[in-house]
């Protein structure tokens, strides 16, 4: 099954008001591995590290040309995977969603991105074949190879009607 997200209705929150602590926590981790630098380093968040989190982990390379930038899926987590219904790994972000909900997604990123800070999302993904799922997530901007420049966003979603 392929669901296509079609509408999403987001609420961007940078003062990171979480009600899932396990997103705190991962906002108080970034913070602490960040250490003083614009961001973390991708290798500051091993996958030992992140196990608890890895089945809802999603990463995104940076792709940026002098016209645009695009956000690249890297990781896809499988309870991510299990949600959509598709595992989109290798594709860009605007190829795999509606118009409407892309702009979300991308103000989102963008955002995260531009200001190197943690930002906390929360809201609804409308799928084609199915109703609506309410969410909770942190995207946090990552830097490679002990770069300056933020090249990847870390993201950690939890679902309300998770089982």
Do not use: C
């Not at 990171?16 to 290798?43: C, N, Q, T, Y």
């Not at 990463?59 to 991510?80: D, H, M, N, P």
């Not at 979300?104 to 074949?129: H, I, K, M, Q």
Request: proline share 5%; no cysteine.
């Amino acid at each position: 099954m392929n669901r296509q997200i079609i509408e999403s209705r987001f609420r961007l929150d940078s003062s990171l008001r979480f009600i899932r602590p396990e997103l705190h926590e991962l906002a108080a981790l970034w913070e602490e591995k960040r250490a003083g630098r614009i961001a973390p380093d991708r290798a500051d968040f091993s996958p030992f590290v992140l196990r608890p989190y890895l089945p809802r982990i999603l990463i995104y390379e940076i792709v940026s040309s002098q016209a645009e930038r695009r956000f690249r899926i890297r990781l896809y987590g499988t309870l991510i995977s299990q949600y959509s219904g598709r595992d989109p790994t290798g594709r860009f972000v605007d190829e795999i969603m509606s118009e409407q909900a892309y702009a979300d997604f991308n103000r989102g990123l963008s955002w995260a991105t531009d200001e190197a800070r943690p930002l906390r999302a929360v809201g609804s993904y409308y799928f084609v074949d199915r109703s609506f799922v309410e969410f909770e997530s942190i995207t946090m901007p990552l830097t490679v190879g002990g770069g300056d420049q933020v090249e990847q966003l870390l993201n950690v979603t939890y679902y309300d009607d998770e089982g």
